[in-house]
């Protein structure tokens, strides 16, 4: 089983910055998509954005704009102009699905990290 580790959460005034970053080792199988999920208290796990293997990116609605994520050798999620809805733990995943790059099924990732805490205070 492979093994992803989050970094780089933290506590943001609205308006704020974070950077996050997963490392992914022993991946057994090609990927395809490397992406980010969030959960916050109460609310379904929700997809924010992801990378596919050709390069391709897909963002939710709301953080367009504001998140990027990229993979210069780790993954990477830059997120600028944090808002309070923002606030959640956020889960860095592993998917061998080609259909990852257009949708953000949950049930598309094998390998997920532990989370970091994101919190956006206003």
């Known amino acids: 089983q492979g093994q992803v580790v989050e970094s780089g959460g933290g506590s943001v005034q609205t308006g704020g910055s974070l950077r996050l970053s997963c490392a992914a080792s022993?991946?057994?199988?090609?990927?395809?998509?490397m992406g980010w999920f969030r959960q916050a208290p109460g609310n379904e796990r929700e997809g924010v954005a992801s990378?596919?293997?050709?390069g391709t990116t897909n963002y939710k609605d709301s953080v367009k704009g504001r998140f990027t994520i990229s993979k210069p050798n780790t993954l990477h999620l830059q997120m600028n102009n944090l808002k309070p809805d923002d606030t959640g733990m956020y889960y860095c995943?592993?998917?061998?699905?080609?259909?990852?790059?257009?949708?953000?099924?949950?049930?598309?990732?094998?390998?997920w990290g532990r989370g970091t805490q994101v919190t956006v205070s206003s």
């Open positions: 995943a592993v998917s061998p699905v080609p259909a990852c790059a257009s949708s953000f099924r949950a049930g598309h990732y094998i390998d």
């Open positions: 022993a991946i057994s199988y090609d990927w395809q998509c």
């Open positions: 990378l596919a293997f050709d």
